[in-house]
């Protein structure tokens, strides 16, 4: 009886082990550097971390359905660039609500170009992904010549930019209560809906979903859409929280998202994940970053970590699936 | 009935040549055009050019042809090179310091081949993880400036002539290119490496110690792109933390392109050096036609997308064939 308890005991510290991280984290972080559980330096955390989330949260569905999505680098960075230039010809609500439209679109068009290659193991959709976000990054690249946009030189009003980027209400940024919001619709979406429940499927066994009679090509085009739209979320965010837009801007959330995702427990093999645990995963690694800046460490020592933490937690979840 | 056949082989012929098809459409598009493409110069120029990426490739295929994947290359290669200048900047013999760069591209290369082979994770995201954490290492130990080396010997390793004409980098591909033809042809091992890409299990049951051959697998690799990084460090003279940046995705394009599979035991150095050196040409038919370099960024995601696109979409149809 009494081992029995012990090993639920280990088992369920095996499966939280992100929870335990977290909390591990503040607590030495705290006692270090007291500097770390102020308000101020909190404040400052919840509103640097925009627009990683977003990105998580579409890589989750993606990564549940046994996929990965490296485009969101281009399509991050075009989108961005696409808000920020149309600005001044259809005015703020309609450059973002474009931003994040293009963004879906081109989600679309990988899961499109992916369905019809047919491309179904991890490897082929790794590089067709990569391909398209170099032809993104172009697209941008050609559009700004590689300049860097401001929003601040637009003639036309920009106050929800701003407020997005900078506003509290409260103590809470703006952004943050919206991106609840989208985090507690995506959540039920997965939860919820035949859709949502057919990712899953399909991440746990593609030729079972496929003879099941579900439409694998509908849910794989829906996965990519979904990323694709998060990213011009995300884009949008990032816009408004630096006031600028580059070609470049993308470079580097694929890798963090990823990181979010698998340190939240999220398996790279597909069909196991949430929402929340890849919540959990931004909180884990965007407090560590926060932590390791105020103990001075550099941000060259801080990509060594991210890469350890990424190497490691893969590790960890195959052996946990051993 | 003649057409569906002709164009069965046409199509068929395609599927296994798609890289040789993209070659010879580039040199007869370069026909119409008057640019210095077609002479001598140019030619050992570009040879030149690809000459490390090439090498990088030769160990990367050996990987892939095991059917795993070396995405860490990049790193290793921004690593082997600043590793090897740091020694000689304090004063090792270059031959020295030489041996311990690529040994330390072997340990990499072991410890790719321990979380892949051994602890069977999925070598494409730790790979992943694995370059960033050495982008990371590379960072640190540069402090993220390119770093010159002080002795005028080690520049003279890459940058000299042999015969007064050919590039020294150009004869080094020639000597590793047959060292590994060599050794994928016609040794023991490197049948056995195709013999796993193959089929794994069939493998480890006709006696075939496969943990210990994919593993050195991957080790080849590692030390191959250190060396690969100690001679783009001393043609640049320098070594830096970005020159892998782009590495890792782009040589694992080239050898796909190629026609090494990522399903494993099918391909050849003489393919990966082909489908690598699609890109040099495009890159190089870029130039001549003075198109900047966003639009070589553009042509190459097309090329990614298309050629690994067609890859899939034969083996789809292959598939379903049977």
Redesign the interface.
């Known amino acids: 009886m009494k081992r029995d308890i012990s090993a639920r005991f280990t088992r369920s510290l095996r499966n939280n082990l992100v929870l335990v991280g977290i909390i591990a984290l503040i607590v030495v972080t705290a006692i270090i550097e007291p500097k770390f559980i102020s308000s101020a330096n909190l404040t400052n955390v919840m509103r640097q971390l925009w627009p990683l989330p977003f990105i998580a949260l579409g890589m989750t569905f993606v990564i549940i359905g046994g996929f990965?999505d490296l485009s969101v680098v281009g399509m991050i960075s075009l989108s961005g660039v696409v808000a920020a230039s149309l600005i001044n010809p259809l005015g703020q609500v309609g450059a973002i609500l474009s931003g994040i439209l293009l963004g879906g679109m081109m989600g679309y068009l990988n899961g499109f170009?992916l369905t019809?290659?047919?491309?179904?193991?991890?490897?082929?959709v790794?590089?067709?992904t990569?391909?398209?976000?170099?032809?993104y990054?172009?697209?941008a690249?050609?559009l700004t010549n590689?300049e860097t946009l401001r929003i601040a030189r637009s003639t036309k009003p920009y106050n929800i930019f701003t407020a997005l980027g900078s506003g509290t209400v409260g103590m809470i940024p703006v952004v943050l209560i919206v991106f609840l919001v989208i985090l507690v619709i995506m959540h039920l979406f997965y939860k919820k809906t035949l859709a949502g429940r057919s990712i899953s499927l399909m991440g746990g066994n593609k030729e079972a979903a496929f003879l099941t009679g579900y439409n694998v090509k509908r849910s794989m085009r829906l996965v990519y859409t979904i990323s694709g739209i998060m990213s011009g979320m995300g884009a949008v965010s990032l816009v408004s929280r630096v006031t600028t837009a580059t070609a470049t801007s993308g470079i580097g959330y694929e890798?963090n998202a990823?990181?979010c995702v698998?340190v939240g427990g999220t398996s790279?093999?597909g069909g196991k994940g949430s929402v929340i645990r890849t919540m959990l995963g931004v909180l884990l690694v965007v407090l560590l970053g926060n932590c390791m800046n105020l103990l001075g460490l550099?941000?060259?020592?801080?990509?060594?970590?991210?890469?350890?933490v990424?190497?490691i937690a893969?590790?960890l979840d195959?052996?946990r699936e051993? | 009935m003649n057409i569906k056949i002709a164009s069965q082989r046409v199509w068929g012929t395609i599927s296994k040549q798609g890289a040789v098809l993209a070659i010879l459409v580039l040199m007869i598009m370069m026909l119409f055009f008057k640019t210095n493409f077609y002479t001598a110069y140019n030619w050992l120029d570009m040879l030149r050019s690809a000459a490390i990426l090439e090498i990088v490739a030769f160990g990367v295929t050996v990987a892939v042809i095991c059917g795993g994947c070396d995405l860490s290359v990049g790193g290793t290669l921004s690593f082997g090179g600043i590793a090897a200048i740091l020694l000689i900047n304090i004063g090792f013999p270059i031959w020295l310091a030489i041996i311990i760069a690529v040994l330390g591209g072997a340990f990499v290369g072991f410890i790719n081949g321990f979380l892949v082979v051994h602890q069977k994770t999925e070598p494409f995201i730790i790979t992943l993880g694995m370059g960033m954490l050495l982008k990371g290492v590379c960072q640190v130990l540069t402090d993220a400036h390119p770093l010159p080396s002080k002795v005028p010997a080690f520049m003279e390793i890459s940058n000299s002539k042999f015969f007064a004409s050919i590039p020294s980098l150009v004869v080094y591909m020639v000597i590793l290119f047959a060292a590994f033809h060599y050794l994928m042809r016609y040794t023991s091992f490197g049948r056995n490496c195709y013999a796993i890409g193959g089929n794994y299990e069939v493998a480890e049951y006709s006696g075939i110690k496969v943990i210990p051959t994919k593993w050195a697998a991957f080790i080849i690799s590692g030390a191959t792109a250190a060396l690969a990084g100690v001679l783009l460090a001393s043609r640049m003279n320098t070594g830096s933390s970005v020159y892998g940046d782009n590495t890792g995705m782009l040589v694992n394009c080239g050898v796909v392109i190629g026609g090494t599979s990522f399903a494993g035991g099918v391909g050849g150095i003489r393919e990966s050096f082909i489908g690598l050196f699609v890109i040099q040409i495009l890159i190089n038919c870029m130039s001549m036609l003075g198109l900047d370099s966003y639009y070589q960024k553009l042509f190459e995601g097309i090329l990614i997308v298309t050629i690994i696109g067609l890859d899939c979409f034969f083996r789809m149809r292959k598939r379903e064939s049977v």
Do not use: D, P, Y
């Open positions: 990965i170009v019809t290659v047919g491309a179904m193991i991890q490897a082929e790794l590089f067709i990569f391909g398209m976000s170099s032809i990054t172009a697209i690249l050609l590689a890798t990823i990181l698998v790279l093999k550099s941000t060259f020592m801080q990509t060594v970590m991210r890469g350890a990424l190497v893969i590790w195959n052996r051993l």
